[in-house]
Antibody
Framework: QVQLRESGPGLVKSSQTLSLTCTVS??????????WNWIRQPAGEGLDWIGR???????NYNPSLKSRATISLDSSKTQFSLKVTSVTAADTAVYFC????????????WGQGMLVTVSS | QSALTQPRSVSGSPGQSVTISCTGT?????????VSWYQQYPGKAPNLMIY???RRPSGVPDRFSGSKSANTASLTISGLQAEDEADYYCCAYAGTNTFVVFGGGTKLTVL
């Protein structure tokens, strides 16, 4: 059974960098056929795709983040990370990591989510 | 503002059927078969209910069904049960760079 779990600081100061890690168990990030994603959800709002990374390290990002987001793979091949620079209150949200299956076009496994609050 | 348009809320009585629409464009729903639907309870992660427009993952009741016509996808829940009360999000593949777009979510109330 594939499991994902987000971890990192739950409180970040305005203008600083948000850093989160997603730990994957039950699957290898280095396998073909999947993309590893970050998605966020502000309180009371909908889901917003942040970006994705493939096993080879190829990345795509939502242009709305204006190049503030970076996703990377850990050398252990069991974790991938998200960094968002110059955060503001608008970046306060629950952050989810999720697996996208390229064969079926679906986000089939999600982490439980982690609330990150940006404080002034 | 979300890329895909969903009604903010729908409601139905137990045993009835409800349909949630999701309208996109020729660049997403209208161009690809990768439309999926997610159920989300408060404080929980989204859970995959429908993928590839109309396919159900194992464990999802056959009361849930999906369809698509042109730029609009739909999720139908028949035989409503109290446990179906949740938020529902549609998601569509939109090409290599944009990747995926979501709807704003629909709150389903079981009366």
């Amino acid at each position: 059974q594939v499991q994902l779990r987000e971890s990192g600081p739950g409180l970040v100061k305005s203008s600083q960098t948000l850093s989160l890690t997603c730990t994957v168990s039950g699957d290898s990030i280095s396998g073909d056929g999947f993309y590893w994603n970050w998605i966020r959800q502000p309180a009371g709002e909908g889901l917003d795709w942040i970006g994705r990374i493939s096993a080879s390290g190829s990345t795509n990002y939502n242009p709305s983040l204006k190049s503030r987001a970076t996703i990377s793979l850990d050398s252990s091949k069991t974790q991938f990370s998200l960094k968002v620079t110059s955060v503001t209150a608008a970046d306060t949200a629950v952050y989810f990591c999720a697996r996208w299956s390229t064969y079926d076009g679906m986000l089939d496994y999600w982490g439980q989510g982690m609330l990150v609050t940006v404080s002034s | 503002q979300s890329a895909l348009t969903q009604p903010r809320s729908v409601s139905g009585s137990p045993g009835q059927s409800v349909t949630i629409s999701c309208t996109g464009t020729s660049g997403d729903i209208g161009n690809y078969r990768f439309v999926s639907w997610y159920q989300q309870y408060p404080g929980k992660a989204p859970n995959l209910m429908i993928y590839d427009v109309s396919r159900r993952p194992s464990g999802v009741p056959d009361r849930f069904s999906g369809s698509k016509s042109a730029n609009t996808a739909s999720l139908t829940i028949s035989g409503l049960q109290a446990e179906d009360e949740a938020d529902y999000y549609c998601c569509a593949y939109a090409g290599t760079n944009t990747f995926v777009v979501f709807g704003g979510g629909t709150k389903l109330t079981v009366l």
